[in-house]
């Protein structure tokens, strides 16, 4: 009897054994966390929340074809709410206590700027949202930031290639005092004496301002051509708002940071005419079907819509490019940080949503001019113009 009750303890210790080992994620089930701060909420929200979606929708997506290469994707996302101490604290967050081998954002220049000094220091890889060509200009200096939105560098390019063609020599600056309205102006500044360009005033506007009619009371007294806008959030469409009701007749060009829906909404009737450079993604039906993007944005922006039931946007796009990009490299580098800044820096050819990236120790950006078209809002949409 004694040996029978031996034996059923020992049977019962085995089952308790393999249960418990079949319960157990080995190293090769377990989870890659990849982190997210996106500004969700606050005035950079039509920037953020696009990109939180996106960056749930894939994930969910890539775990339903089970994992990468076998391992559950986790995302953990917070909300910085535009707030660059907020940022700051995600950052910590997801390096210390939520095990992230990865980092998606933030949204916007002053808060990817305050996060990248805290993962460079924690060697942790950083895919910055963000528009500034400072967040990863030197390479050499941000050896584990990259970023998948074009540059403001890019953009600029863009607008005065535009005005010389169209020649307009003379234009006015109204730029927000923020770290991506003083980038934007240092470019537009820069850039004026190579494209012929005369800047005639210089304005300046807070992202919370509601009113600009001051400042563009005093442009409206210059010999300018044209008023270049510089910001994002709701601000600039108030300066739509603000020249329509003063009786401007010159062009307004906005800077790709309007590049959304959401700005088309908020200017309303005076959004018509603008003019700016965005992403493919905007009018990616009008591109020939050549076009290598045509096909990635047709999908991102279907399956988007079929998903939140909202329209599509650039913003979301750089989570989109980002996402796909890590986990192209994940799949071969697993957790080692060091391997996946190598991946990111070594990708070539990558075709997005927004641009063919090709990342190189001197450019974790990887993107040209090219990525940006010139787009005109005509009766609430985009029209590519150039």
Known sequence: MRSRGIAAILIFLLGVMLFTAGCAKGPETEPYVVGGIFSVTGPASYLGEPERNTMDMLAEAINAKGGIKGHPLKV??????????????????????DGAIAIIGPSITPSSMAVLEITQKAKMPLISCAAAAGITAPAKDRLWTFKTAQTDQMAVERIYQYCKKHGISKVALLTVSSAFGVAGKGQLLAQAPQYGMEVVGQEVFGDKDTDMTPQLTKIRSLPAQAV???GVGPAPALVAKNMKQLGFTIPLIQSHGAASQKFIELAGDAGDGIILPAGKLAIYAQLPDSDPQKAVCKEYAEKYQTKFKKPVSSFGGYAYDAMQMLTKVLAQAGKNKEKIRSGLENTKNYVGVSGVFNMSPEDHNGLTPAAFVMVKIEKGHFKLID
Do not use: N, P, S
Request: overall charge negative; proline content about 0%; aromatic content about 8%.
């Open 228 to 230: 270049i806008c510089w």
């Open 76 to 97: 953990v996302i917070y909300d910085d709410e535009g707030d660059v101490t907020k940022a700051r604290l995600h950052a910590e967050k997801l390096i210390t206590k």
